[in-house]
């Protein structure tokens, strides 16, 4: 299928358009009202976005369900002690500078 010399342009608008919209799908519930508003108004009339904005709303409600895991607060103890450990065995070397400042 090509595009006719007059149609091209508006095609590759649309493209640019829906390649846009379509990574702002990711943060649909979080966008502020006048964005979402302007978004929804092209879902409404683009095929091609509401065919990935469906199963997106879906996805969107499983993960918003799912529980979320928090690490007690050992782990934290632990990742704290690593990392103050490989400072410790390498420091950096602006930590020189550092030494005696409180």
């Given at each position: 299928m090509t595009a006719g010399p007059r149609g091209g342009g508006r095609e590759r608008r649309r493209s640019r358009q829906c390649r846009a919209i379509q990574r702002?799908?990711?943060?649909?519930?979080?966008?502020?009202?006048?964005?979402?508003a302007a978004l929804?108004?092209?879902l409404d009339v683009c095929r091609d976005c509401g065919r990935t904005e469906r199963p997106f709303r879906g996805l969107l409600a499983t993960v918003r369900d799912m529980p979320v895991a928090e690490p007690e607060d050992a782990y934290w103890d632990r990742k704290a002690e690593a990392i103050m450990a490989r400072i410790r065995?390498?420091?950096p070397p602006w930590m020189d500078q550092c030494s005696g400042v409180e």
């Open positions: 702002r799908l990711v943060f649909l519930e979080e966008l502020p009202e006048a964005e979402a929804q108004a092209h065995a390498a420091p």
